[in-house]
């Protein structure tokens, strides 16, 4: 007879995770399956959400206030009647419709097994995917061999023994590490048992879990010599030192542009030791602390003396699409920001209040954004204006809904090639018709804008201090970004043309509707052009001109 297995998922304030959760749980082919469902009293609907799923696959559920993941994991513990139990939180996923029935459906005998784990893919944001084999459950304490998506426990050991709830990100892991130290019987099934969304977890919040994990090691292993072989010591040591030394390598390179030539070299006693040329004695006097005990041959790391150009620390880049009414152009543009390469993207999406599937189109992709608000406006550029209000990054881009980067790579390549001190950088675009014809569409130069547009917003990234000044103008209805360009041009602002094609630009922006756009262009020219405004040279007057019978249709 085959053991019963509960599944349990925790959730918090993330209904459509927990949707896409339950209904890979439901599509699981294994005959005696337990779900419960432990909620931290969400205000998003989930309540509603679970009362509505009562009687169905969710055999228990409950949402009420707890203290954290572990309180809610333990409540559910007390909650269970498996033999086995495994947690599948909000957003995780099963691999196959069948993987608990592979791990349990075969003839093994476990009656002497008190855990049984599998292996994992590790899904990225651009949606590739890496296998990642579990184990040998010996390396406990130097890596993470046990994926907790992937671990079945007794249930009977977590009732004897919950989880240490002192512990707030990693009192799984030490579940694991006290039980294997206890001698406690662990059996792998070579087989991947789940899918594990990366990303997500905030900068701080995955330090945090490092330095736990970091101290259920130097608990359980008595020698400290040990303590440096582990990955868990290298990984902590690695990206606590990006994490230090990234502000610093910010503010060091804003006050000096020119690029440096740096390169690591081994002195007369096979230490790590850092040059620069030109020489720059604070810089190397710094990362040679850095470098003094990462150079103990003992820590296990190992660097070729290879020369590198410095660049400047990667700027942190706000993406942020407005969208009304339009679920298949925001799963178009999410797919397009989420499959960018450039790793330090804030993603932002305003939503005018939709009424349609636009709604369920962003809960189904909270993964992959940052800030999302749904709620009325006051047309496109109120919404822009409160974005600039919430973004956090450096530089910020509009990429609205259906409109999409060019290439997965577009970001990493500007900002390789930018100059952080202009306030704009700008580059070409991709017209697409509606019937999806492609026309490339270069920029213009910025002397050129008193003659036309010379970019399009989905083409240019703008300083979030530069926005912050220049707010769009809401009274401009359809060339609110053009009076924007205009006023940062006047006010002296700095631009730097890139000959890249940034975006794919969709037909059939509110820019694009009859004679209003006309007026509102011709207006910003003679309000702020001055002498430089030549009424002969505008693109907008000759289209009026040429076009106003059409226009005034």
Excluded at 74 to 91: C, E, L, P, Q
Excluded at 185 to 190: A, E, N, S, T
Excluded at 217 to 243: C, G, M
């Amino acid at each position: 007879m085959n053991p019963k297995v509960t599944v349990v998922t925790v959730s918090y304030n993330c209904l459509a995770d927990l949707q896409h959760t339950v209904e890979n749980v439901t599509r699981q082919t294994y005959a005696d399956v337990e779900y419960i469902v432990v909620d931290g009293a969400s205000s998003d609907g989930t309540k509603e959400y679970l009362e509505s799923q009562s009687g169905g696959m969710i055999h228990q559920w409950v949402s009420e206030p707890d203290k954290g993941i572990y309180f809610a994991m333990n409540k559910a513990i007390t909650m269970a009647s498996g033999d086995w139990v495994i947690f599948m939180n909000a957003g995780d996923e099963f691999h196959s419709d069948d993987a608990i029935a592979m791990a349990f459906g075969d003839a093994t005998d476990l009656s002497n097994i008190d855990f049984v784990f599998g292996d994992r893919y590790k899904i990225e944001p651009s949606g590739s995917s890496t296998y990642e084999k579990a184990g040998p459950i010996e390396d406990t304490l130097l890596r993470e061999v046990v994926f907790h998506q992937a671990l079945f426990t007794r249930l009977s050991l977590l009732k004897d023994r919950p989880y240490n709830t002192y512990l707030k990100l990693a009192a799984d892991f030490e579940y694991v590490v006290r039980s294997f130290s206890e001698g406690k019987r662990f059996l792998h099934v070579p087989l991947p048992i789940c899918n594990f969304m990366a990303g997500g977890r905030s900068r701080q919040q995955h330090i945090r879990a490092m330095i736990e994990a970091l101290k259920v090691v130097t608990d359980h292993q008595s020698q400290a010599s040990k303590w440096r072989e582990s990955d868990i010591f290298k990984h902590f040591v690695a990206n606590h030192l990006e994490y230090v030394t990234s502000s610093f390598l910010q503010d060091y390179m804003v006050n000096t542009p020119t690029h440096r030539k740096l390169w690591l070299s081994y002195d007369e006693n096979e230490r790590l030791q850092f040059n620069s040329e030109p020489k720059d004695n604070f810089i190397e006097s710094y990362f040679n602390r850095v470098f003094t005990p990462l150079s103990h041959p003992k820590t296990g790391f190992k660097a070729q003396p290879v020369k590198v150009e410095l660049k400047y620390a990667q700027p942190k880049i706000s993406v942020v699409t407005v969208v009304f009414n339009d679920p298949q152009g925001l799963s178009k543009t999410i797919n397009s920001v989420a499959a960018q390469s450039y790793p330090n993207i804030e993603y932002l999406v305003i939503d005018g209040g939709s009424t349609d599937e636009t709604i369920q189109v962003l809960e189904n992709n909270q993964r992959f954004v940052d800030v999302s608000v749904s709620e009325r406006d006051n047309g496109i550029y109120d919404a822009m204006n409160k974005a600039i209000r919430l973004a956090s990054g450096d530089f910020v881009i509009f990429m609205n809904a259906g409109d999409t980067f060019s290439s997965t790579k577009v970001v990493e390549y500007v900002f390789d090639n930018a100059k952080l001190d202009n306030d704009v950088i700008y580059g070409d675009r991709n017209y697409v018709s509606s019937k999806g014809d492609i026309t490339h569409q270069p920029a213009q130069p910025i002397s050129t804008v008193f003659k036309r547009m010379p970019y399009c917003h989905q083409s240019v990234f703008v300083k979030l201090k530069t926005l912050q000044r220049f707010m769009f103008n809401e009274t401009y209805k359809f060339a609110a970004d053009y009076n924007q360009v205009v006023e940062m041009y006047v006010a002296g602002c700095n631009f730097q043309y890139l000959p890249i094609t940034v975006s794919n630009f969709a037909e059939g922006g509110r820019s694009e509707s009859g004679i209003r756009p006309y007026l509102e262009t011709i207006k910003i020219q003679y309000d702020h052009g001055g002498v430089e405004f030549k009424p002969e040279d505008s693109v907008y007057l000759q289209g009026l001109v040429n076009n106003i019978s059409d226009l005034a249709k």
